[in-house]
Each structure stands twice: as C-alpha cells, then as structure tokens.
Antibody, heavy 122, light 109 residues
Framework: QVQLQESGPGLVKPSQTLSLTCTVSGGSISSGDYYWSWIRQPPGKGLEWIGYIYYSGSTYYNPSLKSRVTISVDTSKNQFSLKLSSVTAADTAVYYC??????????????WGQGTLVTVSS | SYVLTQPPSVSVAPGQTARITCGGNNIGSKSVHWYQQKPGQAPVLVVYDDSDRPSGIPERFSGSNSGNTATLTISRVEAGDEADYYCQVWDSSSDHPGVFGGGTKLTVL
C-alpha cells in the first residue's frame, strides 16, 4: 500500500523560499500511471491544489501560484519536492502531497500524506 | 476557473440522513469526488466518480450527480461522521484543473 510523507522546515521567514519534500513508500514514483500533487490548506480554510508532476518531470501548476512555484522529482530517491518563493503570511498552511491516476479524465486524489504545517513568520 | 459551491454547515441528528450539496455549472457532465476531513487529519476519499466507494468506506456513504448539483448522502449518521466534507472535480478545459469546493462542516447533534 502506497504511503506519502511530507517533510521540511515548519517555519519560513517572509520573502524566503518554502521547500518541502514528499517521500513515497510502498510503490515507485516512476510508475507511469500517476501524477504527484501538492495541495495546501490555510488554517481554518479550504483546500487549494498547487500543482502536479509526472515522473518524467512534466508539470502543471495552479495559475494563481505559477510564478512562484516549482515542483521537481527525484526518482532515485522516490521523492518529489515543492519550492514556493517569495512567501508571505498568506502562504501559511498545512501542505499535503497526494497521488492521482494519470489516465483518468476526472482524477481524484488518493492517498494523501499526513500533511505538514508551514508557518511564515519573522 | 471552475467554481464549486458548498453550504458552510449541515446539522443532523444521529441515525438520520445527511445530505451535503456541491453546486457547479453543468457539474453533471463531470465526475465528482468527496473527501472527509476530521480535525488534525488529512482528507480521506469517501466517494469517487460521483457514487463509487473506495474499499473500507461504509455503504452508508453514497453520492449522486445531475444537472448543476452533486450530493453526498450519509445514511444513519453516527457521531464519528462529524467532520468537514469537500467535493472536488478535475476541469481539464481550465488552466486551473484541480478544483475543490469550500467545504461543509457536518455537525452531529
């Protein structure tokens, strides 16, 4: 059974870059069947899809974040990563990684990682 | 981008039926997925493709989708069903394909 686990600093200063990694266990990130996504949730608010990556490195980002987001993959470590630049307090959120099936017209997200809280504060 | 609208809250007594709606323009032409999120936990998929249940999800959870409204129905509600519920679609025609509703807080009275 595939499991995802987020990791990274819990505190980032304003204007700096947020960096998180999602480690995939129980399955290979190089499987051609899946997209690997980042999703975030500000405290007390709803879910926002950030973007996804395919094992080949192709990406798709939420246009509202596109100018600040980079998602990358390291197949040798079975990990994918998120970088969000020029962060502000509005980027404070729980960040989740999740998997979706690539060949579906209407994919869903399953499973999800447990999430990691990132606070932007000086 | 595509917009999904959910009521902020729904309340129901134990043993009764809860219905949580998700509104969107011609949402019946898309497949809708539902997630349950309990406090401090990650979302869990409870219904996919409008009405299918993942393994391990009770039959009490069901879904439907037609016209401009999708509905998650929880029968014989239990105290343990109290949670936030989110609908989600994938809008391939949009530059923002991954879309979630704003979430509905289900309170079991």
């Amino acid at each position: 059974q595939v499991q995802l686990q987020e990791s990274g600093p819990g505190l980032v200063k304003p204007s700096q870059t947020l960096s998180l990694t999602c480690t995939v266990s129980g399955g290979s990130i190089s499987s051609g069947d899946y997209y690997w996504s980042w999703i975030r949730q500000p405290p007390g608010k709803g879910l926002e899809w950030i973007g996804y990556i395919y094992y080949s490195g192709s990406t798709y980002y939420n246009p509202s974040l596109k100018s600040r987001v980079t998602i990358s993959v390291d197949t040798s470590k079975n990990q994918f990563s998120l970088k969000l630049s020029s962060v502000t307090a509005a980027d404070t959120a729980v960040y989740y990684c999740a998997r979706s099936l690539r060949w579906l017209q209407f994919p869903w997200f399953d499973p999800w990682g447990q999430g990691t809280l990132v606070t932007v504060s000086s | 981008s595509y917009v999904l609208t959910q009521p902020p809250s729904v309340s129901v007594a134990p043993g009764q039926t809860a219905r949580i709606t998700c509104g969107g323009n011609n949402i019946g032409s898309k497949s809708v997925h539902w997630y349950q999120q309990k406090p401090g936990q990650a979302p869990v998929l409870v219904v996919y493709d409008d009405s299918d249940r993942p393994s391990g999800i009770p039959e009490r959870f069901s879904g439907s989708n037609s016209g401009n409204t999708a509905t998650l129905t929880i029968s014989r509600v239990e105290a343990g069903d109290e949670a936030d519920y989110y609908c989600q679609v994938w809008d391939s025609s949009s530059d923002h394909p991954g879309v979630f509703g704003g979430g509905t807080k289900l309170t079991v009275l």
